[in-house]
């Protein structure tokens, strides 16, 4: 029964990690398909690229909620379980990244699934695991992001600071040490979403927001 329990709970966060929000705050807001914006990916970043400032927000916002619901689900389903406490939001991302509800053929003709990068619901399952890691993880990722202009170095990021901050809760007896497998994981799932930024990060060409990517812009109108 408790293993039916797990597979239930794990199916269910990625259903919700698979919600597009991103799509559907877009599609409201302006009629655009995000995924026919820059990256084509349906996370905040490219939220903001295709409608602005306060949609990019939004999707944040709620990819951020979707992470933290996989582990209150996880909680209130099967109390005192840190292990399914950790995979639950693990799999929420998971579900962002690769939606069922965003199934395509390539041009090769290829069955994908398409989503975002997993940053904001990966910053909302450290919020569901101790939700005072907010008050750190937003603003050094708001820093980075907005100051050197790099999403994709900003998502790359914050799952390194999240490992850190939960050793060293787990250090002195304040969260279990499960929960710093929690970081290490979204890491590696970020790092295979973001394949194609780490490549355009090496050789000098990924994109820029913040205040870079405006001043990018003020100077191609100038020049």
């Given amino acids: 029964m408790q293993i039916l329990s797990f597979v239930g709970i794990l199916v269910a966060s990625y259903l919700i ?3 597009p929000m991103g799509l559907l705050v877009v599609k409201i ?14 996370g905040g970043t490219n939220a903001m690229r295709a409608a602005g400032f306060w949609a990019g927000f939004a999707t944040a916002f709620l990819d951020i909620f979707k992470g933290a619901s996989g582990v209150w689900l996880a ?46 619901p990966l910053v909302g399952g450290a919020i569901g695991l101790w939700p005072w890691s907010i008050f750190v993880l937003v603003p050094i990722g708001a820093l980075i992001l907005f100051g050197i202009g ?18 060293y809760r787990a250090w ?29 990060l090496l050789n000098g060409t990924e ?15 100038t020049e």
């Fill in 29 to 42: 807001t302006t009629g655009q398909d995000i995924r026919e914006v820059q990256s084509g990916r349906t």
């Fill in 150 to 167: 790099y999403a994709s170095l900003t998502t790359l990021s914050v799952p390194l600071i999240a490992t850190i901050i939960f050793a």
């Fill in 75 to 120: 909680r209130a389903l099967v109390p005192g379980n840190h292990w399914l406490e950790v995979l639950a939001p693990i799999v929420t991302i998971i579900g962002h990244n690769y939606s069922i509800f965003l199934i395509e053929r390539d041009e090769n003709g290829k069955i994908r699934l398409r989503g975002g990068a997993g940053g904001a």
């Fill in 17 to 19: 990690g698979s919600v």
């Fill in 207 to 221: 994109r820029v927001v913040g205040w870079r990517a405006s001043r990018a812009k003020t100077r191609s109108e």
């Fill in 172 to 200: 002195i007896g304040s969260s279990p040490w499960e929960y710093v497998l929690y970081g290490l994981l979204a890491e590696i799932l970020i790092i295979w979403a973001l394949r194609p930024n780490i490549k355009r």
